[in-house]
Nanobody, 126 residues
Framework: QVQLVESGGGLVQAGGSLRLSCVASERTFSPYAMGWFRQAAGKEREFVAGIKWADSVTKFAESVKGRFTISRDNAKNTVYLEMNSLKPEDTAVYYC???????????????????WGQGTQVTVSS
């Protein structure tokens, strides 16, 4: 069973930046893709960004394009989410997830991901 552990969340003012990290416990971790999702209070979990493990192809939600970047370090089994120009509406619990069944594209539905981290809170104050 793969364990994913997120870190890097916190409280930041609007316009600030945070970098989230997600480390996988499996030594030979090699998913098809990794994704970041977020869930604000009272809302459904939504896709934020994804990256293919083999070739680093990325995909972003429209709401974060140009502000967030996603990257991965295969040697460290780690995926990162760099968040810049943060807005109060970015406030949410952020989750990383691993997709081991993907074939062609980066999935945006939570149901298509096999493993999940416990989440890390990001709060952006106005």
């Amino acid at each position: 069973q793969v364990q994913l552990v997120e870190s890097g969340g916190g409280l930041v003012q609007a316009g600030g930046s945070l970098r989230l990290s997600c480390v996988a416990s499996e030594r030979t971790f090699s998913p098809y893709a990794m994704g970041w999702f977020r869930q604000a209070a009272g809302k459904e979990r939504e896709f934020v960004a994804g990256i293919k493990w083999a070739d680093s192809v990325t995909k972003f939600a429209e709401s974060v394009k140009g502000r967030f970047t996603i990257s991965r370090d295969n040697a460290k089994n780690t995926v990162y989410l760099e968040m810049n120009s943060l807005k109060p509406e970015d406030t949410a619990v952020y989750y990383c997830a691993a997709d081991r069944r993907g074939i062609v594209w980066i999935e945006v539905r939570a149901a298509d991901y096999d493993y999940w981290g416990q989440g890390t809170q990001v709060t952006v104050s106005s």
